[in-house]
């Protein structure tokens, strides 16, 4: 079976990454969302397993000792990191992974995976990201300071990634997101990967045209 695709999705905190990446995969089949391990407590709303594995330190700790991360990176205060198991599962079924994961992280898997889709997600001006984090409600005002001074430097990094997004009209940004990842499976190399059966492209025997 071919191989999918590994697409790489950073932004800053209130840029609108989760909400796009959920709208991608409702538009396009194929896709799944490697869901990541962390340590920050669950927010309202948020499943386990779904959303994210959430564990202790310790266990998250013994799961970096054993190497069971692709990547990992603290963020926030808390850490992240992603399945490798998880990951190579999904791409070897052929499937294409979206990984949710921040610039350090993005870093780690652009090294393992050269061949990665990177896409980095900006918000249209810092007075919007502002905007967004104030409204979700979601954390009290010193952690949208910490989430705000770390995204002045994880945009920073986005000239290491192959695409940029500007969200600020939600329709229009899906559907760039979409647009590339239909572009790398039109890539040349993965359709003659395919099982297309390129002898049907050659004209036969019956053929007028040998005629």
Known sequence: MDRGDLFVISAPSGAGKSTLC???MERLPGLVFSVSHT????????VDGKDYFFVSEKEFERLVTKGKFLEWARVHGHFYGTSRDHVMEFLSRG???ILDIDVQGATQVREKFPGAVTIFILPPSWTVLEERLLRR???DMDSVRVRLRNALKEMEEVANYTYTIVNDKLNEATDNLVAIV???RCRTARVLASKIDM???HPGPDSWFLK
């Open 22 to 24: 959920n709208r991608l």
């Open 39 to 46: 340590t920050r407590p669950p927010r309202k709303g948020e």
């Open 95 to 97: 499937m294409d992974v």
């Open 199 to 201: 002898t049907a492209l």
């Open 137 to 139: 409600g979601s954390e």
């Open 182 to 184: 239909v572009a790398v």
